[in-house]
Every structure is written in C-alpha cells, then in structure tokens.
C-alpha cells in the first residue's frame, strides 16, 4: 500500500499533526518523519488534504492536516479498488528458493530470524495496535470502525500465525536433512572409496 492513501485513510479517520501520523505506524515498518512531511506536501498540492496552523504553548505552531473532497474521492476510489494478487515479490520466499546454495544451518537460522519479528510483529498487533484501535474509536463519531479496525487487525494476526505454522513444518523438514556440508563430506568419502577401489 503507498503511504500517500495510508495517510488519506488516517486523515480522513480524524485530522491529525505529521508527527501524530508518524506515531501511527507500526516502529518496524515506520516511514521517518521526513517522508511523511514530504508527502503531505505533495498531497496539499495535489489538492488531497489541507491544514491549519494550530497554536501550541512553549512549542512551535503545528500544521494540523484534513481531508478535502477530492481526497476523499480519491480515498473512495483506492478503497473499492481490487486488490491484484502479486506473486513472487516477497524477498523472503525469493531467498528461500535458492536457499540450496546455503548450508542448512544457515537457511533454519534465516527462518528462525524471520520467525522471531513476526512474532513481534502479533504482539504489537494483539497490543497496541487494539489500543491505538479502541483509544480511535473514542475519539471518534463513527463507533462502526471499531469493527473495521479489528477486523484488519486479526487478518494480519491470522496470516501471521500461518506463517509460523508453516515455519514450524518447515524446520521440522529440514531437521530431517543431511546438511550440505554433511553430504559434501559424504560424496569425497566415497570418491576416495571407489578410487582406492580401483587402483
């Protein structure tokens, strides 16, 4: 998903600062401030989002963003858009196809180290993201995202959780397998039998 309709959705939820937008994302996948400013720039261009200038105490004005008519077509028009299945763009399945030219240890450790920010990513999800979730709904008019929200929520949970039960079966499987070095080792063993053999 682009950040520019990440930020729409977000926006048309509620107006919020840049910095409020940044604090939205979950910290692994966390676009840098930079980024989100340089965006809303564009859309205020574009004509997708205005702002105000709010005043601030002892701090520096904040630019406070919402969503015009036309970001709000455009938010429409990307919501009802079908989402197009995109195959072979994952670079962790990418890896693991050619992971015949690693030795075993290295492709389960590879596994293991995905494995482990998965499961940081579920709890984050099954933490914080609920409370960001129920703290938005009672800031908010529309009762009817707290559905939408959990729902979103525990999509990510249940193919998250597939892919450990899968990680799981694929450890198990690979346990099972000589390494690479293992049948390396094998193969010049054998070699030497059957050259000592015929001389």
Known sequence: ?????????????????????????????????????????DMCQEGLVDFER?????????????????????????LKEPVPLKTGRDRFVAQLWFSSLLDKAE????????????RRQIEWFDGEARRLAK??????????????????IDCSIAQMEAWLKWADNALKRLESL???????????RKRRQVKKKEG
């Open 135 to 152: 703290k938005g709904v009672q800031s908010s008019d529309n009762q009817t995202n707290e559905l939408y929200w959990n729902l979103a």
């Open 178 to 188: 000589k390494s690479k070095k293992a049948k390396c080792q094998a193969l010049v």
């Open 1 to 41: 998903m682009s950040l520019r309709n990440h930020l729409l959705g977000l926006i048309a939820n509620r107006p919020r600062s840049g910095y409020s937008l940044h604090k939205s994302f979950f910290e692994p996948v966390r676009p840098a401030l930079s980024q989100i400013y340089r965006t809303l720039t």
């Open 54 to 78: 709010v005043e601030q105490e002892k701090l520096p004005d904040q630019k406070v963003y919402c969503i015009t008519e036309a970001g709000r077509a455009e938010l429409d028009r990307w």
């Open 107 to 118: 492709v389960i450790n590879n596994i293991n180290t995905y494995a482990d920010d998965v």
